[in-house]
């Protein structure tokens, strides 16, 4: 027969597995899995691929870079160059709060996926998965800050101080007012500004359109003055300078 001792061993250990057991079972899948192409950081630290997210985290890519976050059977999220984010999520939600450039969420369906910047919030329907992208023109300027969304598949909507618009698949939707007073171009991320012509101002470029506007214009009305004669000939109206 076993002795008091041992006994009494035998229940404490079999009591202990069966608290570690309902732990495991009860707590989320709080981890994430992250892919990275080139330079890309989690909390200040260099990331590489296959490394653990936990819930809570910022990650930054840079110029030129970009990193991807599995969140298994959640969905994933795909930051583009000169983003920062930090990332919170449990069994049935995603949280990103984007504070610069460009994320794509992909939620799967009865998972809510919030995006968050200075300037609105972007929730996607719970009912369905969906994909959309997010981001951000002007950067750090609160002010003059704008949010873009832009939905590939599912719908969500975009809320701001002073608006709500659903975006569906397929279409788009922004917030903010860059065109307030002391608010220079917002530029949507990822998009090329203008390219000046050196040593050609802005009065001089736009006189050279619509110098080629009027030319093009002569032309059209030149053209239509070619006219066929009696005797079967073309009567050709030269323009006089």
Not at 53 to 76: D, E, P
Not at 130 to 141: A, K, P, W, Y
Not at 180 to 194: D, V
Request: hydrophobic content about 40%.
């Amino acid at each position: 027969m076993l002795g008091k001792k041992r006994i009494y061993r035998l229940i404490t250990t079999i009591a202990a597995l069966c608290v570690c057991a309902t732990a495991a079972l009860a707590a989320p899948n709080a981890d994430g899995e992250i892919t990275v192409n080139g330079q890309v950081t989690v909390n200040g630290q260099p990331a590489v691929s296959s490394s653990t997210i936990v819930s809570g985290s910022t990650i930054t890519s840079g110029a030129n870079s970009s990193a991807t976050i599995n969140l298994g059977s959640k969905g994933k999220l795909e930051l583009a160059s000169d983003t920062s984010l930090t990332l919170k999520f449990t069994d049935d939600s995603i949280v990103a709060m984007l504070s610069a450039g460009q994320v794509r969420v992909m939620n799967s369906a009865g998972v809510g996926a919030t995006v968050t910047t200075r300037s609105a919030t972007v929730v996607a329907d719970t009912g369905q998965a969906n994909s959309f992208t997010v981001d951000i023109g002007c950067g750090d300027d609160v002010k003059c800050a704008q949010t873009f969304v832009e939905t590939a598949s599912g719908l969500v909507t975009l809320r701001s101080s002073n608006t709500v618009k659903q975006v569906a698949a397929g279409t788009d939707a922004s917030s903010g007012n860059p065109s307030q007073t002391g608010c220079k171009p917002c530029m949507r991320p990822g998009s090329a500004p203008p390219t000046p012509v050196a040593g050609i101002g802005n009065g001089a470029l736009v006189a050279i359109i619509v110098a080629a506007a009027a030319a093009a214009g002569a032309a059209m009305f030149l053209g239509r003055e070619n006219e066929v004669n009696q005797n079967g000939g073309t009567t050709i109206i030269s323009p006089v300078f």
